[in-house]
């Protein structure tokens, strides 16, 4: 195995951005890719397209995370950049959710851009695979006890679950991006169903790493594993690995697993914590990271600074296989369905005598519609958002600002019932009343109520046994193979009508003229971020876990768990808390309002200098999944105030002013 002599660079991936459809900067993807091309190491566009972060619309209505041109807009340009440098595009997860039908969509606007009069020299041949799943195989399963939730906060999955899903994705493992690319290996582009986000990058790599060396076996894939998924669990982020957040990055990748990260942005780096910090982001751990047929150890990780200052390598990354810990390959399939349908309406409450009484009122105006509706046939609720509890104003105790959220069978019966919450809202009676003309400022945007359509709510976000060779393609039309029980579908066609152009010397030589002739681009654009506007340093004055804290945020974990991570600049820092004991499962519990023994996971985590606690997402007291009645942060992004405010302890604070 050359791997195992003199390693060597294997390929180059570049990530523009950290999700298709967002928009990126054309000018810079086209001088990096013009630099890497011309060293004449292989090199692709990989980008995710796809996440649960933005709730469960998209797989039970069909929408997609961003509008059609949006996704035209960015594939224009990357389609371009194809052309001109001979490099794949990959992306997976196809307009959000990964459906067929966006998969299918996706392909349309390939097909567009390719005819117009301009790009009458594309050629592209292009394999899209689909990812969804049939309800009986999902049914079946479940009956023979092979369906488990994805993480403790998951519900047990019933057969409604699975009947009143429109439809169901499975998260794609690297290999059946890995046997498209063997199928065709002088594809162009790769329009991927849902898929576990690392997983074309690993495949483009494993697939580099056989063309150098036809010979290697799978033995000696296994052990490049960790590297190639850990790369690409970075990478799907695109730049937000470095400081400040670049929005695009680029990977380098060795025979031997070894990688090294930089961002795109020339204001931005890398530096070891910040690369270590990744591993954090949106995952439920730092350390052990779970996806299709094994896991990711990065206990024995290590993060250098390369010479340039700008530049991150990472060795030590283990990959553990399934198999190898007795337990079968499993797939993450997610689902939604609808719930009912939502009518909403707002406004403001500004007098001070009601402000003190809201939390009285609300409930009068709930009972209030149940009484002008005694006929109602099914089931209904109704909830209230109140904005600005607590705050003080020049003329008193601020302004509430209060949305109104009903919940019906029918969408005639969801807006009645906020007709009528709205109208008890201005009009209802409260002790010490004196503003008798209403009670509530409305009309924002011209509108009484607001039809917002169908609710939707996960229905399926489980973990399925498969049998061997379920993760796999089946052989497209025409190819040949022996894979035939792959549970993912492929189809390769020819995409416009300009002649075949190789990647031969002659090429190359073009391209290094390209190189030559462009710039780094250095202007700071309006939606970049200096250099010097880096995550805020550390208070001289500490008296809250925010003031040691360079960064401390809040993620869905998957659409059931929320994470929060305190990240520190300095080793004194993080061993002050550490030390201190203030961040144990008791006190964040009571900061946090949840059962001690609801917590996930909580841990510090040396090599990013950082801590980490998991909980499950909570709605009106009760466990929830995201995006669905009620929510108000289906991104959980605002879930850390409360652990932010902490207090630490005087004698940490006594201990750190000693040693200073």
């Not at 699975?162 to 794609?172: L, M």
């Not at 594809?187 to 576990?196: E, K, V």
């Not at 296989?321 to 009912?340: H, I």
């Not at 409305?442 to 229905?459: K, L, N, P």
């Amino acid at each position: 195995m050359e791997g195992q002599t003199a390693s060597r660079t294997i390929c180059h991936i570049v990530s523009p951005v950290g999700n298709l459809g967002y928009g990126f900067d054309e000018a810079l993807t086209e001088y990096h890719l013009a630099r890497l091309v011309a060293s004449g190491v292989p090199t692709a566009i990989i980008l995710d397209s796809g996440s649960t972060d933005s709730g469960p619309s998209k797989l039970a209505l069909g929408s997609m995370t961003c509008p059609r041109y949006a996704y035209y807009n960015d594939l224009s340009k990357l389609l371009k950049l194809v052309h001109t440098f001979r490099v794949p595009l990959i992306f997976s997860s196809a307009g959000g959710d990964g459906s067929d039908e966006h998969v299918r969509l996706m392909e349309q606007i390939v097909d567009e851009i390719a005819a117009e009069e301009q790009n009458k020299d594309y050629r592209l041949k292009t394999i899209t695979t689909f990812s969804e799943i049939e309800k009986t195989l999902v049914a079946n399963r479940r009956l023979a006890d092979q369906m488990s939730g994805c993480g403790p906060c998951v519900p047990q999955l019933t057969e409604e679950d699975i009947q009143s899903s429109p439809r169901i994705v499975a998260q794609a493992g690297y290999e059946a991006f890995l046997d498209a690319m063997e199928m065709h290996p002088d594809f162009d582009i790769i329009i991927g169903g849902r898929a576990y986000d690392p997983a074309p990058y690993v495949a483009y790599c494993i697939f580099r790493l056989k063309q150098e060396n036809p010979t290697v076996d799978d033995v000696e894939v296994e052990k490049r594993l960790g590297g190639f998924l850990h790369m690409g669990k970075i990478m799907e982020c695109g730049g937000q690995c470095s400081t400040p957040k670049s929005h695009g990055g680029i990977a380098t990748i060795s025979s031997d697993g070894i990688f090294q990260i930089e961002p795109m942005a020339p204001e931005s780096k890398c530096t070891p914590l910040s690369v270590a910090a990744h591993t954090m982001y949106e995952n439920t751990r730092p350390d052990i990271l779970r996806g299709p047929g094994g896991l990711l150890d990065l206990n024995g990780c290590h993060y250098d600074q390369l010479a340039d200052g700008r530049t991150v390598q990472v060795s030590g990354s283990v990959y553990r296989s399934s198999k190898e810990q007795g337990m079968p390959y499993q797939l993450k399939l997610e689902a939604a369905r609808v719930r009912g349908y939502r009518s909403i309406f707002m406004g403001s409450v500004k007098d001070r005598i009601l402000i003190s009484q809201i939390d009285h009122l609300l409930p009068l105006i709930k009972a209030y519609v149940k009484h002008q509706h005694p006929d109602i046939d099914g089931e209904w609720e109704m909830g209230f958002h109140v904005y600005g509890k607590g705050q003080e104003g020049p003329h008193g105790p601020g302004e509430l600002f209060i949305i109104v959220e009903t919940l019906a069978t029918t969408q005639q019966l969801a807006t009645s019932l906020a007709a009528k919450a709205r109208v008890g809202l201005i009009h209802g009676p409260y002790p010490g009343q004196k503003a008798t003309a209403g009670n509530f400022a409305f009309g924002i945007g011209g509108m009484m109520e607001i039809e917002t359509g169908e609710c939707a709510e996960f229905s399926i976000y489980h973990l399925m046994n498969l049998e061997p060779g379920e993760e796999r393609l089946r052989p497209m039309l025409g190819d040949a193979g022996k894979r035939t029980n792959g549970l993912f579908r492929g189809i390769c066609r020819i995409i416009g009508s300009g002649n075949e152009v190789r990647a031969d010397a002659n090429f190359l030589a073009e391209v290094v003229k390209i190189h030559k002739r462009l710039t780094l681009p250095t202007t700071t654009r309006s939606f970049s971020v200096r250099q010097t506007d880096e995550p805020s340093n550390p208070t001289s004055d500490p008296r809250i876990l925010s003031d040691v804290a360079s960064v401390l945020r809040s993620k869905n974990a998957g659409p059931y768990e929320i994470t929060i991570d305190v990240i520190f600049k300095e080793a004194t820092d993080y061993a002050l808390i550490k030390d201190s004991d203030m961040l144990n499962a008791q006190k964040l519990a009571d900061v946090l309002g949840i059962p001690e023994q609801e917590i996930v996971w909580m841990g510090f985590f040396e090599p990013a200098l950082a801590f980490k606690i998991t909980i499950p997402r909570y709605r009106n007291g009760k466990k929830a999944s995201s995006g669905s009645f009620m929510e108000n942060d289906v991104h959980g992004s605002q879930q850390h105030t409360a652990v932010a405010a902490m207090e630490i302890p005087r004698t940490a604070l006594e201990s750190k002013e000693r040693s200073s």
